[in-house]
């Protein structure tokens, strides 16, 4: 019995592993912002084989992702659960820290700006690729409970939108279509999201470019923004992620 328990150990420990990635972000509007961030999982291969060139393999993925700009910290710990390598369910809670009161894009005396963004999700991700076209669909629920036990409304500061006082639900969509090139991945991208309680929305459309050199993997972004707190402009973003240890997730 021991030796069958430990025969099965090592085939579990040979099926698992840790990742690691370090990434940065950066947007310019509506107004300048930047933060770092760092992210770790353990990958529980279910059946198949880890080939992402051939992905047709199934996995488990307990992760979490510490992020920072100084002034507005937060931490994302879930569970993603892939039937199949390109389809991707998860299941979260996020906490952000806000310690920041002087938004461009708010007034901060008639706004929320500091306290916690207590964030419960359900998340719907799946990519599919014909040839050199690639598909990219992320679909989100958050509910969201907000401290400080005022009525004002709460900055919602990454989408520059306003939420309901002491809770809100959020609906976040994001679509990417690409074409791949000996160069890199080049494509457009719409990120919308939907307050329900306040009604507020977030609109963000890109024409993109993403290359990978060694572990790092570099986009660059530009195009254009609007919510209903903030006048249409245009927006340049930049995001780089290093995978020091490679998982198993295709995004």
Not at 90 to 110: D, I, L, M, P, T
Request: proline share 2%; aromatic share 16%.
């Amino acid at each position: 019995m021991k030796i069958i328990v430990l025969l099965l150990s090592i085939s579990f420990c040979a099926l698992a592993k840790f990742d690691l990635s370090l990434g940065t972000s950066f947007r310019s509007y509506p107004s300048i912002g930047a933060e770092i961030n760092a992210e770790s999982g353990y990958n529980l291969l279910l059946w198949g084989k880890v080939n992402k060139k051939k992905p047709f393999y199934g996995f488990i993925r307990p992760a979490v992702t510490l992020s920072s700009s100084v002034v507005i910290n937060s931490y994302d710990a879930r569970i993603e659960f892939n039937p199949i390598s390109f389809i991707s369910i998860v299941r979260g809670y996020r906490h952000v820290a806000s310690k920041f009161n002087e938004f461009s894009f708010y007034n901060c005396e008639q706004v929320r700006c500091t306290g916690d963004l207590k964030k419960d999700y359900t998340k719907l991700k799946f990519a599919m690729g014909a040839a050199r076209i690639l598909t990219m669909v992320e679909l989100a629920m958050y509910n969201n409970e907000y401290t400080g036990g005022t009525d004002e409304k709460v900055a919602e500061f990454r989408f520059a939108t306003l939420a309901d006082s002491q809770n809100d639900s959020m609906y976040h969509a994001r679509y990417v279509l690409g074409f791949k090139h000996n160069t890199g991945l080049y494509g457009v991208m719409a990120d919308y999201t939907l307050l329900n309680g306040s009604g507020d929305t977030y609109n963000m459309d890109l024409l993109i470019y993403t290359t990978k050199v060694d572990r790092s993997l570099y986009t660059f972004g530009i195009g254009q923004f609007y919510t209903s707190q903030v006048e249409k402009g245009v927006i340049a973003v930049f995001q780089m992620k290093t995978k020091f240890i490679e998982g198993f997730s295709l995004f």
